[in-house]
């Protein structure tokens, strides 16, 4: 059996020595692994860059659309009246009196403490008729068994009163919807209950009083969508005069749509340069410099110079700054509100194509970049990770090369160990012989 290697002969410390050796040997490995923790926050970085600018190009690319930039508000008359503006919309008014609102069909059962045994229940809506299971029921059994039935009505006990100290209730049946087309017919022991509220559509005159323009329209709901183009109009109430509806270009939605581009481009370029400063530290009396994770990177400052082009590159031989989009000397995109208020007001037209034409370069040069099959900096990430796996794969052959260096220098150690104890054996054997030679010679 082999003797430990813990100097035990020796009187070395081969334990602690072959730790040294190896920490001298695993060094290139260490700088693997230095090396792979590099890239991937390089990848990181990159993934992070790729997301921003990918939603810069989306941002883009809605704005770069047609009608991407058309921005309306509606306002109106009465507040009684209410406009919603969507995509679609365009500039306009209308003159409309309210004649009805949308109501829903209410009809009503007599009076009951309980509902009564034998009695049969059916409702016809949407042209079929459909009998409820009553048999033996109780009263909210029968109700709950109508709002099960999804038939487009609904059913409640309604407190009547009492009779000799007895509660009485009515079943009051309510249309899901308004409208006409809600109606339906509820009957009791083939008895129609009718209704105390008819369903009814709403209506709208347009144009009132106008000589062969008058038009009435009607409504399920008190809501007629697209009563001018992109335009939801709401009534809640009867009114016997006009109210007009009035749309409009709205340029302050527009302009914020020309900021929220500009915030785009500067967050983007505001990750690229903090990720490319180098940082001075000097806290322990030594200049240090660090450069960021894209210090020196040369495909990622062409990159931002790319949509810093597309972003503030001349239109048609004129400057980006005419609708206050505006590169600073510091290499950021400004934008003055003002400056673009101005330009609206003067040109709408020529002003929001303007910004839909830097809108589109920005759009394309994104696209090129972030795309998730073919962007330039997709590739980039692809080709990283692609290297941390190589390098993580030379790790792990340094770990098995370690493993069997170390193994052998304990295997060499020990061999010497069990060595110096057999020549330390020997050593004492041959002074013992020459100690009993010496011994009889001095007898003679």
Do not use: C, H
């Not at 040294?20 to 090396?35: F, N, S, Y």
């Not at 079943?171 to 008895?191: I, P």
């Not at 806290?283 to 597309?310: H, N």
């Not at 920005?362 to 692609?386: L, P």
């Amino acid at each position: 059996m082999a003797l430990g290697i813990d100097g035990l002969i020796s009187g070395i410390d081969t334990t602690a020595m072959i730790a040294d050796l190896m920490k001298i040997e695993a060094r290139p490995q260490a700088m693997l692994k230095q090396k792979v923790e590099s890239n991937k926050l390089f990848v990181t970085a990159l993934q992070n860059l790729n997301t921003k600018i990918a939603s810069l190009t989306e941002a883009a690319g809605k704005i770069a659309k047609a009608g991407g930039t058309d921005r309306y508000a509606a306002v109106t008359g009465s507040t009684t009246v209410t406009a919603a503006v969507k995509d679609g919309a365009a500039a306009g008014s209308l003159d409309i009196t309210v004649n009805k609102l949308a109501t829903a069909q209410v009809s009503l059962s007599g009076a009951m403490a309980a509902w009564p045994n034998g009695d049969a229940l059916s409702i016809s809506a949407n042209g079929t008729i459909t009998e409820l299971d009553t048999a033996g029921k109780s009263l909210d059994e029968v109700i709950s068994n109508v709002n099960k039935a999804n038939l487009g009505v609904t059913a409640v006990k309604i407190a009547a009163g009492s009779v000799d100290g007895v509660q009485q209730y009515r079943m009051q049946f309510s249309a899901a919807a308004t409208g006409a087309a809600g109606a339906f017919t509820v009957a009791q022991n083939g008895t129609d209950l009718g209704a105390i509220r008819a369903g009814a559509d709403a209506e709208v005159t347009l144009w009132a009083g106008v000589a062969g323009a008058e038009t009435k329209i009607t409504s399920a709901t008190n809501t007629f969508a697209d009563l001018m183009p992109g335009v939801d109009i709401t009534v809640s109430a009867v009114s016997t005069d006009p109210v007009t509806v009035a749309v409009s270009r709205d340029t302050k939605a527009i302009s914020d749509v020309a900021a929220s581009l500009v915030a785009g481009l500067t967050d983007v370029f505001g990750y690229i340069d903090r990720n490319s400063a180098v940082s001075i530290d000097t806290s322990d009396g030594v200049t240090k410099t660090t450069g960021g994770v894209f210090t020196g990177d040369s495909s990622t400052r062409s990159l931002k110079q790319s949509i810093m082009d597309a972003a503030t590159g001349s239109l048609d031989g004129r400057s980006t700054s005419d609708i206050g989009i505006t590169l600073t000397k510091y290499g950021t995109v400004e934008f003055d509100a003002d400056k673009f208020a101005a330009a609206l007001a003067a040109d709408p037209e020529k002003t929001q194509a303007s910004l839909q034409a830097i809108a589109s370069r920005v759009e394309a040069t994104g696209k090129a970049a972030s795309d998730k099959y073919d962007g330039s900096i997709t590739k980039r990430i692809q080709s990283q990770e692609s290297t941390v796996k190589s390098l993580n794969s030379q790790v792990e052959q340094w770990d098995r090369r370690l493993a069997s260096r170390e193994s052998t220098l304990k295997l060499v150690w020990s061999n010497l160990e069990v060595k110096l104890g057999s020549l330390n054996s020997q050593m004492d054997w041959l002074t013992g012989q020459l100690d009993s030679l010496t011994a009889s010679s001095s007898k003679k």
